[in-house]
């Protein structure tokens, strides 16, 4: 009888690990799909935003409205957008008065927006789907390394918006003249490349090679049926 109790529970347990695996494959399959939608929807808005007729901007927005809303309740931060805002309205509206006067600025003002329209579905997908999803659903139609280095990237955007933001106020306190203000100079954005963009640059590199090493170092590339990141 203990002998035929034992059969049944190893019975019981293998047809558990079986449904297991097979509600585990399902949802991964399952999230796959919806980080494919995920991505032909930002490549489709991003493309919009730079494309798109003037008349067709206003849905445009609705639309990246309803993305911005469910990125915050996603616990994103508005902040990223709005430093991408300011930095873009100050130097594109500084090159068109620059090179156009006062006529053009308002073509200026239209530049701004699209690019920030273009930056809002990247920062939404970022928030939603994970990288290592990204990278999986990209190995359908890309190489594996291709889409590791993809996903990858898209993983490190949070990371160096962190960094730059640290570098910016250690620059500041450290006397640099890039604060808003001073760099409604154009003799300062060179102040501003050396002391934050080639930082964060050097930054990015190094970090960019530790991933390589570390991917090394897992073998990646060595099989012929990788495991996605994660």
Known sequence: MRAKGRHKATEYRGAAGFDHHRLERAAARKSGYITATSLILVLLLSSG???LPDRYIPGLIACEICLVIH???????????ARVFFVQLTITMSLYYLIHGQSQLAQGAVAVLRILLAFIPGWWLSITCAPERIGEVLTWVLPVKWAFVIAASISLLPYMTVELREIYHIQCLRGARINPKALRDPRNWSELINCVIFPV???LLKLSRQIAVAAQLRYFGK????????
């Open 201 to 203: 640059l050097i930054q």
């Open 49 to 51: 935003a730079f494309f």
């Open 223 to 230: 099989s012929n049926q990788p495991t996605h990141w994660r």
């Open 71 to 81: 990125g915050v309740y996603r616990r994103g931060s508005l902040g990223v957008i």
